[in-house]
């Protein structure tokens, strides 16, 4: 048993890893901005990332041996937050390890979202922390919405289940993995037993391409779909085919809905360079067989049919 400490553990990531580990032998403890008074759940401490020197207080205080971050790095505020708790980490007598937020594809080096998180990297580098960044693919979860249990709120990218559309970036053959939020913690909650760790740690779901997606929504929807491609080139010009639901989600979002075009036209051209597919061989789904993930078909089958 060890402390672990998630940096973000009210979010959508964060709050399914923690919500894992607590089923665990592990000690869990929350970082966040602000301090819960809550009797219920894990304990939540309040952390300036903005004050190292606090911060490695905090961290051996509470004993901490092992960070999860699933903080948002989108921004240059939250990257320099990132960087802080590192720095925190290495400083403080307790922490040994250190997950790093990404929770996506494989880094792309001319991505803006990418160069955020290289910052962050590079620290770890220089540190004396034993670290890794974990590559699962893109969220299913998207396409359970409602009725699969999720943190996540809806944004459709490529597919919208409701609209019966398919915006397809490339060829649509390119493969892609996908993996259920609760089966990322599951193997998130594995991995803090391996003892070698990898700058990057995969896991998936399910491999798939698009155009199997696309037939698989229509299986199980009953529906056929409408089904565009946008090209490469398209993508990395910061454009795509808008799709019916995105004109709710957009307005929904915490963010403004240029960001949103923009973050869906990185995350298209991304499936165009491969960055969303997992080498099997060196999966932690080889180390751990006995986590049965669930498959697209099984997610998209939770969804409630309100349409």
Known sequence: MVVVAVAGGTGNVGRTIVETLLQTKHQVVVLARKASSSLEGPLTVKVDYSNVDATTQLLEEHKVHTIISALKITD?????????L???????????RFIASGWGGIPSETSPLTALQRVSNDELRKSNLQW????NGYFSDY???PGVKTHFTPLSFVVDIAGRKAAIPGTG?????????????????????????NELTFCYGERITWNDFVKVAEEVTGA????????SDKLAAGN???????EKEFAAAPFPAAFARQLLAILGH?????????????SLNKAFPEINPLSVHDVLRQRDVVE
């Open 240 to 246: 795509i085919t808008e799709l019916p639901s995105h």
């Open 173 to 197: 053959d390119e493969p892609m993995a996908f993996t259920y939020s609760y089966d990322l913690a599951k193997f998130v909650t594995a991995f803090l037993d391996v003892s070698e760790w």
């Open 76 to 84: 240059e505020n939250a990257s320099a937050a990132q960087v802080n």
């Open 132 to 135: 890794t960044r974990f590559v």
């Open 143 to 145: 396409y359970g919405i």
């Open 270 to 282: 991304w499936v165009v360079e491969g960055r969303f597919d997992i080498p099997v061989d060196e």
């Open 224 to 231: 056929s779909f409408d089904v565009v491609y946008d090209s």
């Open 86 to 96: 590192i720095k925190a980490a290495d400083s403080s007598s307790s922490v040994k």
